[in-house]
């Protein structure tokens, strides 16, 4: 090439890099970043404020200081600014904005639909049921766990015992696949005396909660021990907005005094106690004689930006008599009517107390470090019969399980959303531990609850989780990435009290859950989502031991595809199909004594939604599950799984605020499904409607509450067991049931102070 050639070459590159230079100026000229500030009336800064882009689909969030960056944004773009509990801002950007920080001041409003964004980086389906608890609040400590969509739960032992839950296809008895929290403390009871994940949630006082947080499925790193089909965590309220005194009389000679008052409101600190007294016979033949009292107190610490600290101390004891599940033989023979009994002396007693710290600490560069620590003392005792005379024909098949526990247990995050990482990464990491200390844990048959027969099991437990979690969130625009990874440990230890040597067994495990979830906002009203993710299925000290350590924490492998439409201010649609599979089943039925391991399992499924707020005082709402559930390993005929749910639904209209009158009326309903393995015994499905109305003057609320509107008949918990009566010579198997209430009013006066 000559040297005129070369020269003339360079002159064309020399032009060409000028030209693009010249374009990537005018781009950086005209794509920059938009910083701005958001806080409330009183100038308190707002953490975690959505603000959207509708110009170029990006979105970013407020810091713990209130701040945030959006990039990648022009004059003339329309920004929506919305925060739950806030009016929404419309802004249009100008030229002046990009030489200093924007200041956004937002209202305070009435929570709704309206003020939901759909973003990666929140749970609209979160937001949605503060929503309803708004709209239609909890009256019962029943349904506190019925507000999560797809979740059914029934009684079956007196109003003293957890609650058995259905959720995706699992009869997850009263926790062994779903785990449940109030403000991050556990609520779940591992190695339990009844069976693993016992999970009482009475000692939760249902007018402090603010909100609930839930996911479903072994999707999230911070989450472990029994997150399969997924976790509850329940919110409770910092400060009140008005002190209150509720009294309730009703049917079946029920009775419920509810006390809360703000006790400091100065500065930054807020505290409040609240406490409760429970009475009811119900519609049994034999009376329940139940009797409950909660108290609750909650100092809260906040002065925002800086620092926030909640410490909590409740304490709640339960006693009641039960009739049991009765079989259908001795209902149908005129034996005994659907509310009496084989044996009207069951029944027991609990207590738990708690303490519990949560603090806040924002660092420099946009940095949280979240730390918890609680302490939990808890007495079970409980008698039941399911058998009847099956086992002793002369003494009869009572039973009872004890226990006395110790939990321990902390936590700390770090948290980390600096402008620094890069695709506008953020991370958590957070490292933890619980001890559980469960001492002469018991089962044994006896009779008339004072006679000792015989001890089937009774011994020391001590379990030990210790864990670590990464969370990662990369932003590329309107898609996030969400790599995670979860690591648990274990040691499980049993002293066997019942040999006459000492006889101490001790395994070990660890276990790793790697999850990986995409969301993509396509637009302000359109949100996809695909979440993957391996957990593992909880288990019992027992079984553990009994297996000698062997194939003790099985895998559950799990994907949810779905979606959440927004199709205006008025309406939330949601929709997802999954899959979750388990290696392996084990279960300890702590009623025997006895491990039964139930093989590989396979579930699929379809869970709709749908919300409407038609307008300030009206709103609709509605869920529909189906799952296909069965054993891998079993023969066509032979594989279903026991009391697993096929098809659920709940919803209703609530009222709020119309000329003072509020209330709901609502329903639950779920089909008939199987109580054995070849669905040749089935357990009934049912719908339940119950209403509630209020009206308010001033500072009098006056309120009526129905369940089972309609007076439906229906079982409400059901189980396939052989059983044998006192003048029959074989055992029968088939279904024994827990009768659900009948039409069940009550009256409440609230007064507000």
Not at 34 to 41: H, N, Q
Not at 93 to 101: A, H, L, P, R, V
Not at 211 to 236: C, L
Request: net charge negative; proline share 4%.
């Amino acid at each position: 090439m000559s040297r005129n050639q070369n020269a003339s070459t360079k002159i064309k590159m020399r032009r060409i890099l000028n030209i693009l230079f010249l374009f990537c100026g005018i781009g950086f000229a005209q794509t920059q970043n938009f910083e701005g500030k958001i806080i409330d009336a009183d100038g308190n800064p707002l953490e975690d404020v959505a603000i959207y882009d509708s110009s170029s689909g990006f979105h970013t969030h407020t810091n713990s200081s209130g701040e945030f960056n959006l990039k990648n944004v022009t004059p003339g773009n329309l920004i929506k600014i919305t925060f739950l509990g806030f009016e929404k801002q419309d802004y249009t950007i100008s030229k002046e904005d990009f030489n200093k920080q924007k200041v956004f001041e937002l209202k305070e409003a009435t929570l709704s639909l309206d003020q939901i964004v759909l973003s990666s980086n929140r749970d609209p389906l979160s937001e949605v049921i503060r929503v309803e608890l708004q709209t239609n609040p909890v009256k019962s400590s029943q349904e506190i766990l019925r507000k999560i969509p797809g979740l059914i739960i029934g009684q079956h032992a007196g109003g003293g015992k957890a609650e058995q839950i259905f959720l995706r296809g699992f009869d997850i008895d009263h926790g062994t696949d779903i785990s449940l929290a109030v403000e991050g403390m556990p609520v779940n009871m591992v190695s339990h005396a009844h069976g693993q994940g016992y999970s009482d949630l009475h000692f939760l006082i249902p007018e402090t909660i603010k909100n609930i947080e839930f996911g479903k499925g072994p999707y999230y790193s911070d989450q472990g021990n029994f997150t399969t089909a997924g976790f509850v965590n329940f919110r409770t309220m910092d400060k009140l907005d008005e002190n209150m005194v509720s009294l309730e009389l009703g049917d079946f000679n029920s009775k419920r005094l509810v006390g809360m008052f703000q006790v400091l409101d100065k500065g930054y600190s807020s505290a409040y106690i609240a406490s409760s007294l429970n009475l009811f016979d119900g519609p049994f033949e034999s009376p329940q004689n139940f009797n409950r009292f909660n108290i609750m107190g909650k100092y809260n610490y906040m002065k925002p930006g800086e620092e926030e600290l909640n410490l909590t101390l409740s304490y709640f004891q339960s006693k009641w008599d039960a009739s049991g599940q009765i079989p259908e033989r001795a209902v149908a023979d005129g034996s005994i009517n659907r509310f009496g009994a084989i044996d009207d002396t069951e029944g027991g007693n609990t207590s738990r107390t708690n303490l519990l710290l949560n603090h806040a600490k924002f660092l420099p560069g946009s940095k949280k470090l979240k730390s918890r620590a609680f302490y939990s003392h808890y007495d079970f005792e409980l008698y039941s019969n399911f058998t009847f005379f099956l086992e002793d024909p002369v003494n009869g098949d009572q039973i009872k399980q004890k226990e006395d526990r110790n939990i321990l247990g902390a936590e700390s995050v770090l948290e980390y959303t600096g402008r620094e990482l890069p695709l506008e990464m953020r991370y958590s990491a957070g490292i933890g531990f619980r001890y559980d200390d469960s001492n002469l844990n018991e089962l044994s048959r006896t009779k008339n609850r004072k006679e000792l027969l015989e001890r089937l099991s009774y011994g020391n437990i001590d379990e030990t989780n210790l864990y670590g979690f990464l969370n990662t969130e990369f932003n590329l625009g309107k898609l996030q990435v969400n790599p995670g990874l979860r690591i648990d440990y274990f040691n499980f230890d049993y002293e066997n009290l019942i040999t006459e040597t000492y006889d101490n067994k001790s395994e070990d495990k660890v276990f790793f859950s790697p999850k990986l979830n995409f969301n993509y906002t396509a637009s302000a009203d359109l949100q996809i989502y695909l979440k993957n993710g391996i957990g593992f299925h909880s288990n019992d000290t027992r079984v553990v031991v009994a297996r000698s350590g062997e194939e003790i924490l099985p895998a559950a492998y799990g994907s949810d595809l779905g979606l959440i439409y927004k199709p205006g201010n008025k309406w939330i649609l949601n929709a997802a199909a999954w899959v979750l599979f388990l290696e392996q089943e084990f279960v300890y039925v702590g009623d025997a004594a006895i491990v039964e391991p139930s093989g590989k399992t396979r579930r699929l499924g379809l869970d709709l939604g749908a919300r409407f707020q038609a307008n300030d005082w009206l709103y609709f709402y509605s869920d529909l599950n189906y799952t296909y559930a069965r054993s891998i390993e079993e023969p066509s005929g032979e594989d279903y799984i026991p009391l697993a749910p096929e098809f659920t639904s709940s919803g209703g209209l609530a009222v709020e605020n119309l000329s003072g009158f509020s209330g709901a009326l609502s329903y639950r309903y779920i089909n008939n499904r199987p109580a054995n393995e070849d669905f040749s015994i089935t357990a009934e499905g049912y719908v339940v409607t119950d209403l509630n109305l209020n009206y308010r003057y001033k500072n009098i609320q006056l309120g009526v509450i129905i369940e089972n509107l309609l007076d439906t008949e229906w079982n409400e918990t059901q189980f396939a067991t052989e059983s044998r009566l006192r003048n029959e010579e074989f055992p029968v198997e088939e279904i024994h049931f827990t009768p659900g209430t009948p039409f069940f009013l009550r009256g409440k006066l609230s007064v507000f102070f």
